[in-house]
């Protein structure tokens, strides 16, 4: 395994996770990779580590071009340990290297590793000079953890930009005009919607700040490298980041007996019927992390969930859950559901919906097996509060 060039003296040399499905309970159905930078200049300098379990690959690439142990200098943008889980190895190999990190971030990578390695702390506007380059340092917290921060190189025009911009996607091109771009975008809408969502206020300030910079490459620390689609994706990062939605509902169930799915038919045909675009989803059969791709985008969230013991279904719950989490704004829903007796679940889903700031429009609760005749009731009475 070797590096791979970037641009003269600049190298990528991280890892490839072609096997991982599963990152903390997002589903990567195309794997990731961990990118980690080598810059070779008079400060022999790393950017970023790779996952623990790929260090062995990480070093193999430094090494086609250089002694790991010959490194002076190494950035951490980022603690969490997809991008810090080599640090321990590395440090062991080259014990004299300076460590940049954030405030925070030395902070994270002492809680972490127990380490007291040579810190050299900065803070947004600090340079470091490599020889012929530079690095500048822009710290982004809670884009998406307190310590992150961003590496820009003036003399090169490259942005390093750690989990911002990223995507998990395994593939063997580094760059954004070597492989379809339709898969990388929805790759990196996907990494915003699961990720970077909750921060959007932040990321906002980021792309203020990014956007006084001249950058030609946005090297993130997870996928595709940006070098001819900087604007597209930056235009994403804006629109996802404002919460702008298009005329879309998603509907969103479990169901039991297929009571609570005729009605979420039923509220489907509404949308439809009012000219919106629409996506019906079964909880048993639609992972949480993609419902979340199409949550990015959509005017209407409407979840349906029979009752269960006096509850709604375990399956809803998990999703209303890590919905509420990870907290899109300014959206509409309706809660709907069928219930034998009891029925509490659509004031359930109705609270769950309403804490996590949505305008919830409409409510339909149906007791047992709903007929043609309420389920068209149904439609007709949602297709007059459709907004
Ligand atoms: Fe890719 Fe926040 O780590």
């Not at 395994?1 to 072609?18: P, R, S, T």
């Not at 589903?27 to 961990?34: A, C, D, M």
């Not at 002492?110 to 530079?134: E, I, N, P, Q, T």
């Not at 930009?161 to 954004?176: K, P, V």
Request: net charge negative; hydrophobic share 35%; aromatic share 10%.
């Amino acid at each position: 395994m070797k590096a791979e060039k970037i641009k003269d003296n600049i190298y990528w040399v991280g890892g490839i996770d072609w096997g991982l499905r599963n990152f903390h309970g997002y589903i990567t159905q195309r794997g990731s990779t961990y990118n980690a930078y080598l810059i070779m200049d008079e400060k022999i300098t790393l950017i970023d580590t790779a996952k623990y379990y790929l260090v062995d690959e990480m070093l193999e690439r430094i090494s086609s071009i250089v002694d790991p142990a010959k490194i002076d200098v190494i950035v951490s943008n980022h603690v969490e340990m997809d991008h810090s889980g080599g640090l321990p190895r590395l440090m062991e190999i080259c014990p004299n290297a300076t460590l940049i990190t954030s405030p925070n971030g030395e902070k994270g990578l002492k809680a972490h590793y127990k380490k007291d390695w040579d810190f050299h702390v900065v803070k947004s506007g600090d340079s470091f000079s490599l020889g012929k380059r530079s690095l500048n340092f822009l710290l982004t917290p809670m884009v998406h953890w307190p310590d992150n921060m961003l590496s820009y190189m003036p003399e090169e025009k490259i942005l390093f930009s750690n989990d911002s911009f990223g995507q998990h996607l395994a593939c063997s091109e580094r760059f954004d005009d070597q492989y379809p771009l339709d898969i990388i975008m929805v790759e990196a809408k996907k990494y915003y919607a699961n990720i970077v969502l909750p921060y959007s206020a932040q990321v906002q300030k980021e792309l203020a700040e990014a956007s006084k910079l001249d950058i030609q490459i946005v090297c993130p620390s997870h996928g595709i490298i940006w070098r001819s689609h900087i604007p597209e994706i930056v235009e994403c990062y804006k629109q996802w980041s404002s919460n702008q939605t298009v005329k879309k509902a998603l509907i969103i169930y479990d169901t039991m007996w297929n009571s609570t799915k005729s009605m979420a038919y039923a509220v489907m045909d509404a949308f439809s019927e009012k000219g919106y675009a629409t996506r019906l989803m079964d909880l048993n059969e639609t992972h949480i992390s993609d419902i979340m791709t199409e949550v990015i985008d959509s005017e209407y969230i409407c979840v349906g969930s029979p009752t269960l013991n006096n509850h709604l279904l375990p399956t809803v719950a998990e999703f209303l859950t890590y919905l509420k989490g990870l907290s899109p704004k300014k959206r509409k829903a309706v809660a709907f559901g069928s219930f034998g007796w009891g029925g509490q679940s659509v004031s359930q889903v109705e609270s769950y919906l309403s804490e996590s700031g949505f305008d919830v429009e409409a409510t339909f609760k149906h007791q047992y097996v709903p007929d043609k005749k309420y389920l068209k009731q149904l439609t007709e009475e949602l297709k007059t509060k459709i907004s």
